[in-house]
């Protein structure tokens, strides 16, 4: 367990303006903050689509949006930086336009890693984090940026799985919610990855749902609205029973109904660790090819686990393997 710092660092800034998985991956830290610095405050700079994500975590008590401060004038980013009182800034995610101004904002200290060359002029906290190279996950290799505030080691992943704090905070409305059965497994299968993860492919997904018995599962396709156009063919090939969601849900509400789900099976992309981070029965599909293997970007959560292909592709994983896995959620 980390050890409280003592120091007069009172207001922390993560920073990671990228996507959903890599944000949901970024969250912990908020937690291990508020255990080694009791009575801080705790930032987080994001995107507006990842704001959902980002409120449901506990342990972050201010959003601040990435989106917002860019359409304001440079000296305006930079006076609005030193309104926060921020004095730690944790870039988690290089961005170079982060890290000039909060640089300009005489933040106190800005801790961002030595392989990218803008910060070692806008950083004066240099941590040696080689991410390519590593064997280490993803939430695990964040975690190493703390090391500067009093992180001893690197968490387990279990210890990390300890420190989500997830609320989901949308009330869903009857429409969304009577979607879900009271008396079958909500399964939600989310096919698509918009390019952030190696895809099974829709016959494997089909296949899937006609060995699972419609008695015993209530299944569910989840996707975004341009994903949506691309499922609409297929999905009228499936059996009557499966209940299409793809495109009929915001974010906050899509974050609401995987909570409120049995069960959740997708490849490396957003939903299935928003799924992991809600506590609910999580199955993420991986290549063992390097950097989208799972040793990086498994699914991390109480409930969640992860089915490998020994290959660079998904197509040796079988159907038979994969619902075989699910079934054993009934037990």
Partial sequence: ?????????????????DAIGDVVLTLPIAAYIKE????????????TYTQPVINTCAAVDIFINYDEIKKLSEAEQIDYLKGKKIDVIIHVFPNKHVAQIARAASI???????????????????????????????????????????LSAVPT??????????????????????????????????????GSGMEWGLDNYAMLIN????????????GSDKEKILLADWITTLPATVVDMTGKMSLPQLIGFISQADGLIASGTGPLHIAAMAGINTLGLFPSVRPIHPGRWAPLGKKAGFMESGTDNLLPLSVNLVAEKITGWLR
């Avoid at 080694?36 to 995107?47: I, K, M, N, W």
């Fill in 1 to 17: 367990m980390p050890q409280p710092l003592k120091t007069k660092i009172q207001h922390i800034l993560i920073s990671r303006t």
């Fill in 36 to 47: 080694l610095l009791p009575g801080s405050v705790v930032s987080f700079l994001g995107r």
């Fill in 108 to 150: 106190k200290l800005r801790i961002g890693t030595k392989n990218r060359v803008f910060h070692w002029f806008t950083c004066n906290k240099l941590v040696k984090l080689s991410r390519k190279k590593s064997d280490l996950h993803e939430a695990q290799l964040n975690l190493i940026l703390l090391k500067s505030l009093g």
């Fill in 157 to 194: 992943l279990h210890d990390i799985i300890e420190h989500i704090s997830f609320e989901s905070r949308t009330l869903l409305p009857p429409e969304l919610a009577g979607k879900l059965s009271g008396d079958k497994f909500n399964l939600i299968i989310h096919p698509k990855s918009h």
């Fill in 211 to 222: 060995v699972l018995s419609s008695n015993i599962f209530n299944i569910i396709i989840t």
